[in-house]
Protein backbone atom coordinates (compact mmCIF):
# COMPACT_ATOMS: atom_id res chain seq x y z
CA UNK A 1 0.00 0.00 0.00
CA UNK A 2 1.02 3.93 -0.63
CA UNK A 3 -0.44 6.90 0.23
CA UNK A 4 -0.41 9.83 -1.61
CA UNK A 5 -1.25 13.60 0.49
CA UNK A 6 -2.16 16.77 -0.86
CA UNK A 7 -3.99 19.75 -0.75
CA UNK A 8 -2.51 21.81 1.68
CA UNK A 9 -1.62 25.13 1.31
CA UNK A 10 -1.89 28.91 2.76
CA UNK A 11 -5.29 30.11 3.73
CA UNK A 12 -6.87 32.62 5.99
CA UNK A 13 -8.34 32.33 9.37
CA UNK A 14 -11.64 31.10 8.49
CA UNK A 15 -11.16 29.76 5.13
CA UNK A 16 -11.33 25.87 4.31
CA UNK A 17 -9.35 23.42 3.10
CA UNK A 18 -9.63 19.56 1.58
CA UNK A 19 -6.91 17.33 1.71
CA UNK A 20 -6.95 14.15 -0.28
CA UNK A 21 -5.09 11.12 0.30
CA UNK A 22 -5.14 8.15 -2.77
CA UNK A 23 -4.21 4.77 -1.91
CA UNK A 24 -3.00 2.38 -3.96
CA UNK A 25 -3.58 -1.18 -2.98
CA UNK A 26 -6.16 -0.92 -1.03
CA UNK A 27 -6.64 -3.18 1.73
CA UNK A 28 -9.94 -4.43 3.16
CA UNK A 29 -13.04 -2.35 4.62
CA UNK A 30 -12.77 -3.08 7.57
CA UNK A 31 -9.09 -0.84 7.63
CA UNK A 32 -9.02 2.49 9.56
CA UNK A 33 -7.24 5.16 7.95
CA UNK A 34 -6.39 7.88 9.46
CA UNK A 35 -4.69 12.06 9.33
CA UNK A 36 -2.52 13.22 11.74
CA UNK A 37 -0.95 16.33 12.25
CA UNK A 38 2.70 17.13 13.48
CA UNK A 39 2.84 19.06 16.56
CA UNK A 40 6.07 21.25 17.61
CA UNK A 41 7.44 18.54 19.51
CA UNK A 42 7.39 16.16 16.34
CA UNK A 43 4.64 14.10 17.90
CA UNK A 44 1.89 13.03 15.61
CA UNK A 45 -1.26 14.16 16.83
CA UNK A 46 -5.05 12.28 15.73
CA UNK A 47 -7.22 14.36 13.90
CA UNK A 48 -9.27 11.93 12.22
CA UNK A 49 -10.08 8.49 11.24
CA UNK A 50 -12.56 6.67 8.62
CA UNK A 51 -12.80 3.18 7.84
CA UNK A 52 -14.04 2.19 4.43
CA UNK A 53 -17.30 1.40 5.81
CA UNK A 54 -17.34 4.93 6.73
CA UNK A 55 -17.41 4.81 10.47
CA UNK A 56 -15.45 8.11 11.72
CA UNK A 57 -14.20 9.49 14.93
CA UNK A 58 -12.55 13.02 15.49
CA UNK A 59 -10.26 14.86 18.13
CA UNK A 60 -11.99 16.87 20.28
CA UNK A 61 -10.25 20.21 18.79
CA UNK A 62 -11.60 19.71 15.31
CA UNK A 63 -15.24 18.51 16.23
CA UNK A 64 -17.54 20.05 14.41
CA UNK A 65 -15.02 21.96 11.72
CA UNK A 66 -13.34 18.82 10.12
CA UNK A 67 -15.17 16.05 7.87
CA UNK A 68 -13.45 12.98 6.99
CA UNK A 69 -14.77 11.12 3.95
CA UNK A 70 -14.20 8.04 1.76
CA UNK A 71 -14.67 7.20 -1.98
CA UNK A 72 -14.59 4.11 -2.24
CA UNK A 73 -14.15 4.18 -6.02
CA UNK A 74 -11.46 6.10 -5.84
CA UNK A 75 -9.93 4.41 -2.92
CA UNK A 76 -9.29 8.22 -1.87
CA UNK A 77 -9.62 9.42 1.74
CA UNK A 78 -10.41 13.29 2.23
CA UNK A 79 -10.72 16.01 5.07
CA UNK A 80 -12.32 19.08 4.76
CA UNK A 81 -10.96 21.73 6.87
CA UNK A 82 -13.51 24.37 7.58
CA UNK A 83 -13.14 27.13 10.01
CA UNK A 84 -9.58 26.99 9.96
CA UNK A 85 -7.10 28.43 12.67
CA UNK A 86 -4.05 29.70 13.28
CA UNK A 87 -3.72 26.81 15.56
CA UNK A 88 -4.47 24.08 12.72
CA UNK A 89 -1.20 25.14 10.88
CA UNK A 90 0.97 22.06 10.90
CA UNK A 91 2.11 18.96 8.36
CA UNK A 92 -0.57 16.58 7.95
CA UNK A 93 -0.12 13.21 7.05
CA UNK A 94 -2.62 10.27 6.34
CA UNK A 95 -1.99 7.03 7.72
CA UNK A 96 -3.11 3.29 7.02
CA UNK A 97 -3.62 1.39 10.30
CA UNK A 98 -2.54 -1.96 11.01
CA UNK A 99 -5.10 -5.04 10.27
CA UNK A 100 -6.91 -6.15 13.33
CA UNK A 101 -5.78 -2.43 15.92
CA UNK A 102 -8.58 -1.09 17.03
CA UNK A 103 -11.07 0.49 14.91
CA UNK A 104 -10.80 4.01 14.65
CA UNK A 105 -7.61 4.10 16.26
CA UNK A 106 -5.90 7.11 17.52
CA UNK A 107 -3.03 5.98 18.20
CA UNK A 108 0.28 6.46 15.48
CA UNK A 109 2.09 3.27 16.42
CA UNK A 110 -1.03 1.41 15.16
CA UNK A 111 -1.02 2.64 12.08
CA UNK A 112 1.89 1.14 9.42
CA UNK A 113 1.82 3.14 6.42
CA UNK A 114 1.95 6.39 5.99
CA UNK A 115 1.91 9.19 3.61
CA UNK A 116 4.38 12.03 2.46
CA UNK A 117 2.56 15.29 4.84
CA UNK A 118 0.79 17.77 2.96
CA UNK A 119 1.92 21.39 5.09
CA UNK A 120 -1.55 23.63 6.16
CA UNK A 121 -0.26 27.01 7.30
CA UNK A 122 -3.33 29.16 8.38
CA UNK A 123 -2.30 33.05 9.03
CA UNK A 124 -3.78 35.30 11.44
Known amino acids: VQLQASGGGLVQAGGSLRLSCVVSGRSNSGITMGWFRQTPGGEREFVAAITWGHNTAYADSVKGRFTISADNTKNTVFLQMDRLEPEDTSLYYC???????????????????WGQGTQVTVSS
Open 95 to 113: AEARPFRPTLTRNPSHYRT
